[in-house]
């Protein structure tokens, strides 16, 4: 009996169970954390979204303080300025009802001199590859806009990508860099989703749509895991039995 329990095979299948064991617990705990890391994001969503929108002199004030812009990520705010059309980028695999397309970024002067660039939505893209989308020339003079603020990576909810540089970016800054880098600007650390401007013309036909505020399959397949786990301690512990009764 002894030997069924300390032969090399017997050692060897018990630590290639207790790997097997460690890595599904590992795999369980990561899904875990990403749905309540999902959960918690979809909270801050929910919340800001339906938040009153913040007058152009409240979001002056919260960018002179010291309070970090990510906590009122999506909330929509008020500015005023001018677009810059001579900056203009278009972000790639847009799509609305099965339309391919692009979105439009062009940048945007606020009063206090701040550039940011602002998302103008969706414009469905050229009969073919050499033909540019029709995008609505911007006004040379002040307009007023209503937009979501945004402070973080866009490439989840729109998997959108600058026109003519490859890849995707893991985070805003890195995404505000690329374009900065593309246009030869600086702006500031956030950007805006246009909803509406002072001037209808600008205001969005498809303006960007709220993420799927979904907790998404993560704690299901912690589950699964777990479950896993306990098949492999099940499987090793049934081997065993069959091993002692034939010592």
């Not at 909810?157 to 374009?179: C, D, M, R, T, V």
């Not at 401007?197 to 399959?217: H, V």
Request: glycine share 6%; hydrophobic share 40%.
């Amino acid at each position: 009996m002894r030997n069924a329990l300390f032969s090399r095979r017997a050692i060897g299948l018990s630590l290639l169970a207790l790997l097997l064991i460690a890595g599904c617990l590992k795999a369980a705990l990561w899904q875990y954390h990403r749905g309540v890391d999902r959960h918690a994001a979809n909270s801050v969503i929910t919340e800001n979204i339906n938040k009153p929108k913040l007058s152009e002199s409240e979001f002056e004030a919260l960018l002179q303080s010291t309070q970090d812009l990510r906590a009122e990520q999506w909330r929509t705010v008020s500015v005023t300025g001018i677009f810059d059309e001579r900056h203009q980028i278009f972000l790639r695999n847009r799509y609305v009802d099965g339309q391919y397309g692009f979105g439009v970024l062009t940048l945007f002067q606020l009063k206090s001199g701040e550039n940011i660039w602002v998302d103008r939505g969706w414009v469905k893209a050229g009969k073919d590859a050499t033909t540019p989308p029709h995008v609505t020339s911007p006004t040379q003079s002040t307009v007023t806009l209503e937009g979501r603020l945004r402070t973080l990576s866009r490439t989840s909810q729109i998997q959108g990508s600058y026109f003519a540089i490859p890849g995707s970016a893991n985070n805003q800054s890195s995404e505000l860099k690329k374009w900065n880098t593309a246009e030869n600007v600086s702006t500031a650390n956030f950007s805006l989703d246009l909803l509406r401007a002072s001037e209808p013309t600008l205001t969005p036909q498809f303006p960007n749509e709220l993420p799927e505020l979904s907790d998404g399959p993560h704690m299901a397949y912690a589950l699964q895991w777990l479950v896993f786990a306990f098949l492999v301690l099940l499987g090793r512990a049934l081997i065993i039995r069959e091993d002692l009764r034939l010592a």
